[in-house]
């Protein structure tokens, strides 16, 4: 029987650990091969290290056909469902996942219609899965955890893609180091777990420190007219005095600023050293 691997298919199983490896090593030799493989014509579309197992040690298995696809796509499609259903499979993969399922559909899709050539009160259709929300559905994830593996896909070197995938490093720890550049990305994952927290925890800490204070809010009600005896009109009619202090205050948050950006970079320097010294 003449039984072909797709590559590009085969990248979408996620790789079993050692130790998940052995077990199925060991089910497979003591019990065989119970469930059939899955072929579409002759590509092995589920079933990859069954398959590779029982090759290893000529274990006999059995295959049938699944007949209801029409393209590489639909198989595709069908594989990430499949695998989007099982718990085995981590956020980070899940989430890598309903990503890719998100650009077939989307590829798959007709071109959107102009708001302009649709009939009048005709509501123009929304494309499947073009939201983040959406993604974030199919994967059991939030929009967040979404939105930072996308960052992770973007910025990440494959050292920092493999320490989140095999859960060295969280999702969001993983996205925050991906703002390093990527030879610090490389030297924090050959560090290990704790000089991986260290460097995302240093850069939360940076954000912070930069982040520029926000303004209070005076809530001005609309929906009657102002008489001058409104609870907020003593705070509004300031004395010059006040206005002067206010400015004052304005001011020396400026300086503040000014001096946590320059510790922000005493702080990237702190970073790189840490790296160094791993």
């Known amino acids: 029987m003449n039984i072909t ?12 650990t050692d130790s998940e490896y052995a077990a199925l090593e060991r089910s497979l030799l003591n019990e065989g091969c119970r469930d059939a493989l899955v072929l579409w014509n002759d590509v092995l579309i589920d079933g990859h290290n069954r398959y590779a197992i029982c090759r290893k040690h000529d274990i006999p298995f059995k295959t049938i056909q699944n007949t209801s696809f029409e393209s590489i796509d639909d198989v595709m499609l069908w594989m990430i469902d499949n695998h989007l259903a099982r718990r085995s499979v981590s956020d980070f993969q899940r989430g890598v996942l309903a990503l890719r399922k998100k650009e077939i559909v989307a590829a798959r899709s007709p071109a959107p219609v102009n708001a302009a050539d649709a009939a009048e009160g005709e509501s123009l259709p929304k494309p499947a ?9 199919a994967a059991r994830l939030s929009s967040n955890q979404i939105s930072q593996i996308e960052k992770i896909q973007k910025a990440a070197t494959p050292e920092l893609v493999e320490a989140v995938r095999s859960g060295t ?9 991906a703002s390093l550049p ?4 490389v030297a924090a994952v050959a560090g290990g777990k704790k000089l991986l927290r260290q460097a995302a925890k240093e850069i939360r800490e940076q954000r912070a420190a930069t982040r520029p204070p926000r303004e209070p809010k005076v809530h001005v009600s609309q ?3 102002e008489t001058g005896n409104e609870p907020w009109a003593d705070n509004a009619a300031q004395t010059p005095s006040e ?12 300086q503040r600023y000014a001096q946590l950006q320059a510790e922000n970079a005493e702080l990237n320097q702190r970073i790189a050293a840490l790296i160094d010294a791993s």
Do not use: H
């Not at 691997?5 to 079993?16: C, G």
């Not at 899965?129 to 559905?137: C, D, G, H, L, P």
């Open 5 to 16: 691997i797709n590559a590009v298919l085969q990248a979408y199983i996620d790789p079993l």
């Open 129 to 137: 899965m073009s939201t983040r929300e959406e993604v974030a559905k």
């Open 182 to 185: 990527q030879a610090e990305q």
């Open 169 to 177: 490093i969280s999702i969001n720890a993983a996205a925050t180091v």
């Open 223 to 225: 929906d009657t007219p």
């Open 243 to 254: 206005v002067e202090r206010l400015r004052g205050e304005i001011a020396s948050l400026k």
